[in-house]
C-alpha cells in the first residue's frame, strides 16, 4: 500500500507547475488516496450551492446587508465599521477586520475566501487591485436617493435575501414618494449651505449624494451650480449667497465659527438657523442606506420647521429601519 500511496503522491506533485493556479495537486492526491482506503467523496456534494460569505469595506455597505438581515454572511469589514456604524459592539461583534476604505489585507481576505467583496464609489482603486488579485468585486453607486433600492436588490441577492430586500425597496421608494407630497406642499425653498468641512471651506456640488438630499427636502442647495461633488466654497460667496438654514459638521461644534467671520455676516447665523451634524454613528445623511430616512426627517424640520406635524406622522410610518 506504502507504494501504492508514493505513486499517487508523485502523479499528483507531476501535475503541479509552479505559478500555475489551475492546479491542485493537493485535492487530485486526495481523490486517488479516498478511492484506495475506500471512502470516495460524494460528488453531488460538489454541486451544492455554497454559503454567501460577503466582506464589505464600506460603513455603508455594511449597514446595508445589516438592513437586510444579512449579519450572518458577513466575512469582513473595514475598520471605519465598527466607529462610525450604530450599535456597532453588538451587530459586528467577532466580525474580523480585513481592511481600510482604501486598502485591503490581502492576506486575512485569502483566509476569509469571500464570494464577494463590497466596495462604493470612490473606491474604483482598491477595487481594480482586487479584481486583478481575482477576487469578485461587486461596486455600488451611491451618488443619489434612488441609488439606495437598487443598492438593496443587489446585497439582497448576494446575501440569498431578497425577499427582505424587496420589502424594504419598496418602503423606502414609498417613503420618499410620500414625503415629496409633504415638501411639495411648502410655500417657499429655503437656501441651504451645507459644509462638510469649516477650514478650509467645503461644501457639496450637484453631483453629489447630499445635493439629492437637500434637493428631497424641500431645499435650495446654493453650491448647485459647481460640478465636484464637494468644491472648495470662498468665504465672500457665501456671504453674498448669504443662505436660510446653515449645516456644520460636528467637529466644527466646539470652534464657535459663529463668532467669526464670515459666519457672524450670515442671516441664517443671526436667526438662529445654524445647526451641526450629529455624531457620525447618529448622522444617518453619512450613508446611502435605509438609516437615510432618518436623516432626511432630520434635515427637513431644519429647512421647513412649518411642516413639523406632517412629518412627525411620515417619521412614525418610516424613520428608525436603519438597523434590523
Not at 415629496?180 to 451645507?194: C, E, L, R
Amino acid at each position: 500500500m506504502n507504494g501504492i500511496v508514493r505513486a499517487a503522491v508523485l502523479a499528483a506533485l507531476s501535475e503541479f507547475t509552479p505559478g500555475d493556479t489551475r492546479r491542485r495537486p493537493y485535492a487530485y492526491f486526495g481523490i486517488v488516496l479516498s478511492f484506495l482506503i475506500g471512502t470516495a467523496p460524494s460528488f453531488a456534494a460538489e454541486t451544492k450551492a455554497p454559503t454567501a460569505s460577503v466582506v464589505s469595506l464600506a460603513p455603508s455597505n455594511t449597514e446595508l446587508l445589516l438592513n437586510v438581515g444579512a449579519r450572518k454572511v458577513l466575512a469582513g469589514v473595514c475598520t471605519n465599521c465598527p466607529q462610525v456604524l450604530p450599535n456597532a459592539d453588538e451587530n459586528l461583534k467577532n466580525v474580523p477586520i480585513v481592511g481600510t476604505f482604501v486598502t485591503a489585507n490581502l492576506e486575512r481576505l485569502i483566509r476569509v475566501k469571500p464570494n464577494a467583496i463590497l466596495l462604493v464609489s470612490g473606491q474604483e482603486a482598491i477595487a481594480h487591485m482586487l479584481k486583478m488579485k481575482g477576487f469578485n468585486v461587486v461596486l455600488l453607486k451611491n451618488d443619489k436617493l434612488a441609488d439606495i433600492p437598487e443598492n438593496l436588490h443587489r446585497v439582497g441577492a448576494l446575501s440569498k435575501t431578497e425577499r427582505n430586500a424587496d420589502a424594504l425597496s419598496r418602503k423606502f421608494n414609498q417613503a420618499l414618494k410620500d414625503l415629496s407630497a409633504i415638501v411639495n406642499g411648502a410655500s417657499s425653498k429655503p437656501k441651504v449651505f451645507y459644509c462638510t468641512w469649516a477650514q478650509p471651506l467645503l461644501t457639496v456640488g450637484k453631483n453629489s449624494f447630499l445635493n439629492d438630499i437637500i434637493t428631497t427636502c424641500g431645499g435650495a442647495n446654493i453650491a448647485a451650480d459647481m460640478g465636484q461633488p464637494y468644491p472648495h466654497f470662498s468665504a465672500e460667496r457665501l456671504i453674498l449667497a448669504d443662505p436660510d438654514v446653515v449645516i456644520l459638521p460636528y467637529d466644527a461644534k466646539d470652534q464657535a465659527l459663529f463668532k467669526r467671520f464670515p459666519w457672524n455676516k450670515l442671516r441664517a447665523v443671526r436667526e438662529s438657523k445654524l445647526f451641526y451634524s450629529p455624531l457620525p454613528k447618529d448622522d444617518m445623511l453619512s450613508r446611502p442606506t435605509m438609516g437615510v430616512l432618518d436623516g432626511l426627517y432630520w434635515l427637513t424640520i431644519k429647512i421647513h420647521p412649518e411642516l413639523k406635524p406632517r412629518l412627525a406622522k411620515w417619521r412614525s410610518s418610516y424613520c428608525s429601519m436603519n438597523v434590523q
